[in-house]
Each structure stands twice: as C-alpha cells, then as structure tokens.
C-alpha cells in the first residue's frame, strides 16, 4: 500500500501523510494500492553489517521506486550476485510468512523480478567480484 495526493495525484511508497508538493497544501493523501514491484533507482554493495545481517553479507542494498512512486526507498535485494545488479533493473517486493512479520523493515526485502537475467560478466563486474571476495571468504568462517 502507498498513498497518492488527490490534488496532484503524486503515489508515495512508503506512504506519507501529506504530499511533498508545497502547491497542493494537503494535509492528507489517499491510501492506494501499489504493485509489489518497482525499479533499481540507485544500489551499493555493503561489505558490512549489524549482527542480524552479517551471514548475508556481502549484498546488495539498493534505492528502489515501487511502481511509479514519486520516492524511493532502501532495502536489500536478495537472490543475486553482488556484482550483478543494475540500475533500472526491474524487482519486486517479497514477504517474510505472516506469523513471522513482526512490523519491521526486515519483513520484506527485493528480488530481481521473474524473468530478469544478468548480463554478461564485464571487466566492472569482475572487479566487483574480486572486491567482494574477502568479505564472501570472512563470512564463511563465521560459526
């Protein structure tokens, strides 16, 4: 779920209360439902992480606009190889199960939408891979 100014008609995800437009003066949005997929604005690959997150590492962790919003929001893209993202990839949302949801970012993250394949390893990708290495080889010792 988003929210969409009725004046502007400008969706934000996550939803907000009002709309950024300081022409519109609405003090409140519309709730709207949003397709759970969105596009890779911009991403990084942290090679560094709090406990929760340190076996995963190194991933990706990119700026996504879920379905034609106007904002975008951070979360992590599971399933791919660091070095592999792009920008303007397509992704979509994925859910932890509903007994397992406890109301936080950590619920959900991004997956590379069905269909989507990586293009051919380049000498950026390469060095990427070279990069992420010792963080892959520090990871596995971890009990």
Not at 61 to 73: E, F, K, R
Request: neutral net charge.
């Amino acid at each position: 779920w988003g929210t969409q100014c009725p004046k502007c008609g400008d969706k934000f995800f996550p939803p907000r209360v009002n709309c950024w437009n300081l022409d519109c003066n609405i003090e409140k949005s519309d709730w709207i439902q949003l397709k759970e997929e969105g596009i890779v604005h911009t991403f990084t690959i942290a090679g560094w992480s709090g406990k929760s997150s340190l076996k995963r590492l190194p991933f990706v962790l990119a700026y996504v606009i879920v379905d034609g919003c106007n904002t975008a929001i951070a979360n992590e893209i599971r399933n791919i190889a660091p070095w592999d993202p792009e920008f303007g990839m397509p992704v979509k949302v994925v859910w932890k199960p509903k007994e397992e949801r406890q109301g936080t970012v950590t619920d959900w993250w991004f997956e590379p939408a069905d269909g989507w394949k990586a293009g051919p390893m380049t000498p950026e990708k390469e060095r990427m891979k070279k990069l992420c290495q010792p963080v892959i080889e520090w990871v596995q010792t971890m009990k």
